[in-house]
């Protein structure tokens, strides 16, 4: 006898149809055994649905999704039109030596974490490392002290679901009382503030949330093509970096036999990676994490002309905190001498994320560009989409506008 097809969720269809999937693996938390987080073509974390939904569950799904929806209020914050609401912003370093070496940037978010633990803050923090099948891949992994925050910090440019299991860590807060920080892209951050909103469990789960600036997740094709240019294939990796140790670090790939061929971050990313992202994040319009407590990006030095300079150097994190509670925890880190700051002109911010920029100031004649040809698009509220388009030429908005209708014509 054929399968009886199951009944499709709309709320992920309508993700489907417009590939606006972020794969942070939120809808996998809300329904459990009927929706997983699969590896899909060309090596993205995507959901596949097994059984239908219930009503609740759909709702549900469909107020969480980040490939849906994203809203945001200022709430009397400073709200910036291209970085969004915020508390401060100053950059900053762990002071341990070893955090801010295997940090992305200066180890801002590891020494938060350290922090975080060892004041009793959380008993522990959700937050991704690389996969141990997969050693281009990602997963989610609980840390609890400094050695396995350490183990787990610097950027990893591929497919993470962090929120996938996240009703285990909730499920264990109703017994124990324990609680967790939990670290994702912006969009994982999105969808975990959703829920803290409509379940008070998660709420009093994970008490903190932290992200960082993306530009975007690219494909496992992409990492395997850096291997490749590195003279190197899947089976011959034992362990792969893509950045960290140091700043921004080499992407680095380790053999069976501790043999290692490295590449810069500039040849890595900008030369491979980036042209595998995902199409969300093409149309993100919120890279900058503005729904997490504290944030943490690269606060790149800056050349003659004004565009960032990718020179190995000690890492400074730019750390912007977007709550009163971020605020808090930033203060009572560096007054427990886990984080050195100083002070940063939010003006500066401008030149040196360059893709953050361009993208947040495209982004409304892109999204026009698809919802002309029907094309499903995520809906954003507050996120002054309209003014950051009027930051480019009117003659660059149409450009894109067309560019983006063309392609999706085709
Ligand atoms: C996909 C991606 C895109 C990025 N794009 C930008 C950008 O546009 N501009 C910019 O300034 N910086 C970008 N970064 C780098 C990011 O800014 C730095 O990670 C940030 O400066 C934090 O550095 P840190 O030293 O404070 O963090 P660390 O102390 O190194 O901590 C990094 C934290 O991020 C978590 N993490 C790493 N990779 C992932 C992942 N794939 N999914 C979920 N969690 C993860 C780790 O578990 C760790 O907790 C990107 C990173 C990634 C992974
Ligand atoms: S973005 Fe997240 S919640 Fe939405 S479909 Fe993808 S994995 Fe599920
Ligand atoms: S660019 Fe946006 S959608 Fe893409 S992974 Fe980053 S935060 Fe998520």
């Known amino acids: 006898m054929p399968d009886t097809p199951v009944p499709q969720s709309p709320a992920l269809a309508r993700v489907a149809k417009g590939d606006l999937c ?12 009927k929706v ?11 959901p596949v649905q097994s059984a239908p939904l219930a009503a609740e569950q759909e709702a549900a799904i469909a107020a969480v999704c980040p490939g849906l929806t994203q809203s945001v209020a200022p709430q009397g914050r400073k709200d910036p039109v291209l970085w969004g609401p ?20 200066g180890g801002g978010l590891s020494a938060v974490l350290v922090h975080l633990i060892e004041s009793g803050t959380v ?20 840390t609890m002290d400094r050695a396995a925050i350490t183990a787990a910090a610097g950027s990893r440019y591929a497919p993470s679901a962090p929120l996938e299991g996240i009703m285990a860590q909730v499920a264990a807060h109703r017994e124990n009382g324990k609680t967790y920080a939990f670290v994702g892209k912006p969009c994982d951050a999105v969808a975990m503030r959703s829920l803290c909103n409509r379940d008070p469990d998660v709420a009093a789960t ?10 975007g997740v690219p494909s496992h094709t992409g990492g395997k093509e850096v291997l490749a240019k590195l003279g190197t294939t899947l089976e011959e990796t034992a362990k792969f ?12 790939a380790t053999a069976h036999d501790g043999s290692e061929r490295s590449m810069s971050y500039h040849d890595s990313w900008g030369g491979v990676l980036s042209r595998h992202v995902q199409m969300r994040c093409k149309l993100c319009a919120d890279g900058t994490g503005v729904a997490a407590d504290i944030v943490c990006a690269d606060a790149w030095e800056s050349d003659v002309a004004g565009y960032p300079v990718f020179e190995e150097a000690p890492g400074i994190s730019l750390i912007v905190t977007r709550t009163d509670l971020g605020a808090q925890l930033i203060n009572a880190a560096k ?4 984080l050195t700051t100083e002070p940063f002109n939010v003006e500066d911010l401008t030149a040196i994320q360059p893709g953050q920029r361009e993208r947040r100031r495209a982004l409304m004649a892109r999204l026009a560009g698809r919802r002309i040809v029907g094309k499903p698009t995520p809906r954003y509220e507050g996120l002054q989409l309209f003014a950051a388009a009027r930051q480019n030429p009117i ?16």
């Open 123 to 142: 008993d522990a923090v959700v937050q991704t490392t690389a996969s141990t099948d997969l050693p281009i891949g990602n997963m989610a992994v609980i």
């Open 335 to 338: 007054e427990a001498g886990h």
């Open 206 to 215: 994970f008490p903190v949330i932290l992200s960082f600036f993306c530009a």
């Open 395 to 410: 003659l660059r908005n149409a450009k894109n506008f067309l560019g983006t209708l063309r392609r999706s014509l085709r």
């Open 86 to 105: 915020y508390v401060e912003m100053m950059t900053g370093h762990a002071t341990d030596d070893a955090v801010r070496f295997a940090g992305a940037s």
């Open 241 to 252: 970096r893509f950045r960290g140790n140091g700043w921004p670090g080499q992407a680095t």
């Open 36 to 46: 997983t987080m699969n590896v899909a073509a060309p090596g993205y974390l995507r």
């Open 22 to 33: 972020a794969g942070c693996g939120a809808c996998a938390a809300l329904a459990p055994g």
